[in-house]
């Protein structure tokens, strides 16, 4: 099976010199090998499975994969090949995402690529490059954040193989990765990351609650404690509305650049200090890290208000497969962040009986995926 991709490899490169001229040759170089090298060791699942020596844990996960790629073509997401070879890096992650932000304010720097548009990341597969290219954004004034990433999709561009770094996952995180990554293959927005990873978050999420309660039972173990950490993740991201509120309202005040970068660190460390004492499980563990910016940015790009795909999940009856028809729905008419928008419009919310008291716990509004 190896030597069919050899047709794609010849033709992969140049490619993508092709259509991504602003990146860089350099850049480019090194992400065509790296993608090249992976598509290289894919080896069919099936084959690694007939292994008699194959580490238990490691089958494990690989057939737990299959379920999980089974679960998303009955919700209606379209892994196609995807997921059905594997590869086993020799490094503990597949590869190194960059973000980078203004010290002044809440905006992403962008990186331009000409199938996904505008996104706020870039990735890399070597970490002395990624380092590199963050060296000259700290040197230009920027904030930066580097972070592991141990999968991503090529949007269906090409069957993305299970990567060794995945299966260090628990069996719901890893469920929750297949079918977020399947969800960028289904519905993917050109520029409008916002949308397409908070999509991706609420699919992930409520697909591993499925598929934890048909194989264990809604009332089990792991399905409770899935719940309880998406119910953690859902205050956390109501917190980090209001830190954002905040800090745009501090960045957006009457005081120079100069002055607003000197005093951000105290306020920031205010956050940080509320955020110990906030009810969201481990999700505190952020606070114990160093903010700025970049890294704040990185953090809610999972979370854009979630709680707009939850009301139209519950519009939809709570079912998973029929809220993701919705935004399929004649995808020629309109876009389907447009669909949900004009949806959520004329189906307001209700308007809550208090408002929730500061630091104790904003009202729900869902594990964190890969990007």
């Known amino acids: 099976m190896k030597r069919r991709w050899i047709r794609w490899e010849r033709w992969l490169a140049p490619w993508l010199l092709a259509t991504l001229p602003g990146c860089g040759l350099g850049y480019l170089a090194h992400v065509s090998r790296g993608q090249l090298e992976i598509l290289w060791n894919r080896k069919p699942i099936a084959e690694v499975l ?6 238990p844990k490691v089958r494990a996960k690989l057939e737990l994969v299959g379920r999980a790629r089974e679960l998303a073509r009955e919700i209606g997401l379209t892994p196609g090949d995807s997921y059905q070879t594997y590869v086993a890096l ?8 960059l973000s980078a932000a203004p010290k002044d304010r809440l905006e992403p720097y962008l990186w331009h ?16 490059q990624a380092e590199e290219e ?6 230009d ?21 299970v990567l060794s770094p995945m299966l260090q996952r628990g069996d719901a995180s890893l469920v929750d990765t297949i079918v977020h990554e399947s969800t960028h293959a289904t519905i993917f927005e050109k520029g409008n990351a916002d949308f397409n990873e908070g999509l991706a978050t609420f699919v992930g999420g409520e697909g591993a609650i499925l598929f934890l309660s048909r194989s264990q039972g809604a ?3 792991a399905a409770k404690a899935l719940a309880a950490r998406l119910a953690d993740q859902e205050r956390f991201t109501a917190f ?3 830190l954002f509120a905040d800090l745009d309202a501090y960045y957006g005040g009457a005081a120079s650049p100069t002055e607003k970068i000197a005093g951000r660190d ?7 200090e509320r955020l110990r004492k906030e009810p969201v499980g481990n999700f505190r563990r952020y606070a114990e890290m160093p903010w700025n910016n970049a890294f704040l940015l990185s953090l809610k790009l999972y979370r854009v208000d979630l709680g707009r795909f939850r009301r139209l999940h519950e519009g939809r009856g709570g079912d998973i497969a029929a809220t993701i028809r919705f935004l399929e729905e004649d995808p020629s008419a309109d876009t389907a962040s447009k669909r949900l928008d004009a949806w959520l419009a004329s189906h307001p919310e209700p308007a809550p009986s208090s408002p929730p008291g500061a630091g104790s716990g904003p009202p729900p509004f869902p594990p964190e995926p890969a990007v």
């Not at 007939?50 to 580490?55: G, Q, S, V």
């Not at 000409?114 to 597969?125: D, H």
């Not at 963050?134 to 040197?139: D, P, Y």
């Not at 904030?143 to 993305?160: H, I, K, N, P, Q």
């Open 219 to 221: 009332d089990s173990p």
């Open 240 to 242: 980090l509305e209001e």
């Open 90 to 97: 020799d490094r503990p992650f597949a590869s190194i995402a």
């Open 266 to 272: 105290a306020r920031m460390a205010l956050w940080q």
């Open 141 to 161: 004034g920027y904030d930066t954040y580097l972070r592991e990433v141990d999968a991503y999709s090529t949007l269906g561009w090409f069957a993305d193989p």
């Open 50 to 55: 007939a292994e008699p020596d194959l580490d």
């Open 113 to 128: 690529f000409p199938i996904v548009g505008r996104v706020p990341y870039k990735g890399f597969f070597d970490r002395a």
């Open 134 to 139: 963050r060296t000259a954004l700290v040197a």
